[in-house]
């Protein structure tokens, strides 16, 4: 398609907006109780091009530049939150670690598949027992024959219920002991010796399927290999870096969302014959919660711009991850804030404003999506260290 005009791309985000808030809102109390999407909610996912936004045009996608994206992600953020977190997956790591580290061969077999979700993948990383670094235990041997044979189980892989295919991490040369270690692949999950196992419902940004997964002398062909060998660590880094920032913006719909939803409380409560929202602590909270949202704002806008002028930037990586942990400080701020406005009320599920109650649980699954505050603070003392804390901004 071509490029969308200015005016386009705002009508584009509202109608995304009531998307949100609307049709996608209405199937989420079914949801909180199966834990399952219904096929009605990928049709509308389908049908409002939210597999093919943020794809490249050669793709079938629209050619958004990442400010752009960024600001799509922002709008269906405001909706429910394992919706949120499937959407925001699809719009970035789904397709882009096959596109940046596919072969030839496998992105002509798969990328424009991506546009119409009739292929999607989930990013198989973590294990319950060695993390989400170096110190991973799924191997991928070779046999006499070049191809792989993978032994192993991952834990919390997210999008397992609806994936053909699955980006795993796995340990293909155990003499080593750094991340020279990874290898990473592109796995159909129809290949024998592949399995899920179950997991616990969530507290959480229900629907997005969790479970773990297993592999049992699961043989893969060669061709499925990512890049290069020993190269899987830095596949994984690389591609969550700019994930990281997706997940900021997230947080920034949510944010504004609570915010708003907090304003439209204050004003209606009245108490001793005045609205709260005109005693000093109401207005303490709103200016916190303003504020946070304010500056998380200019966070992602600002990783956008400098994602735009150079994707492999030197500050791509630190300023993700600095979006990332901001929009964790943020979400508690204005969560809190917002429960401590509608009180009691917003401890029930439900309420004429909005989904207080759902959202206050949704947002706790973002201190851990895609990496935990901490592994966040590491990588940005590392880039700090290694730049003597000189940051740079694009114009």
Request: hydrophobic content about 35%.
């Amino acid at each position: 398609m071509s490029k969308l005009t200015d005016e386009e791309f705002q009508a584009y985000l509202k109608q995304i907006r009531e998307l949100a808030e609307g049709p996608l809102e209405e199937m989420q109390p079914e949801i909180e109780v199966t834990n399952k999407f219904p096929q009605e909610f990928y049709d509308l996912a389908i049908k409002n091009d939210l597999y093919r936004f943020a794809l490249p045009e050669e793709y079938g996608g629209w050619g958004l530049n990442e400010q752009q994206i960024l600001q799509v992600q922002e709008e269906f953020s405001r909706g429910p939150g394992g919706m949120r977190m499937h959407l925001h997956y699809a719009a970035d790591l789904n397709w882009r670690i096959l596109d940046d580290y596919g072969s030839d061969e496998l992105k002509a077999q798969y990328m424009d598949k991506f546009q119409d979700k009739t292929i999607f993948t989930c990013f198989a990383l973590t294990e319950q027992s060695g993390g989400t670094g170096a110190d991973i235990h799924t191997t991928a041997v070779k046999d006499e024959n070049g191809d792989y044979v993978l032994n192993g189980e991952k834990w919390l892989i997210s999008h397992t219920d609806c994936c053909e295919f699955a980006y795993v991490i796995a340990v293909t040369d155990e003499s080593k002991t750094g991340d020279e270690r990874l290898s990473a692949f592109f796995v159909p999950v129809d290949t024998p010796g592949y399995e899920t196992t179950p997991m616990p419902h969530m507290m959480g940004a229900r629907g997005a399927a969790h479970t773990g997964l297993k592999f049992t002398d699961m043989k893969l062909d060669k061709k499925y290999l990512l890049g290069k060998e020993g190269q899987g660590m830095e596949i994984a880094i690389h591609s969550l870096s700019v994930s990281r920032a997706h997940i900021a913006a997230s947080n920034l719909g949510m944010c504004q969302r609570m915010l708003e939803m907090s304003l439209a409380r204050a004003n209606d409560r009245v108490t001793f014959g005045k609205p709260i929202a005109s005693r000093q602590m109401i207005k303490r909270e709103l200016a916190e919660m303003q504020t946070y949202t304010h500056a998380l704002r200019c966070m992602v806008r600002d990783f956008g711009k400098e994602y735009d002028a150079d994707p492999n930037g030197k500050y791509i990586e630190e300023k993700a991850a600095m979006c990332k942990l901001f929009s964790i400080y943020s979400t508690r701020i204005v969560s809190d804030g917002m429960l401590e406005i509608f009180g009691g009320d917003g401890y029930f599920e439900d309420s004429p404003y909005g989904p207080v109650e759902r959202m206050y649980r949704d947002a706790r699954a973002m201190w851990l999506e895609e990496g935990a505050p901490n592994v966040q603070r590491i990588t940005i003392a590392r880039n700090c260290q290694k730049f003597g804390g000189a940051v740079e901004y694009q114009d």
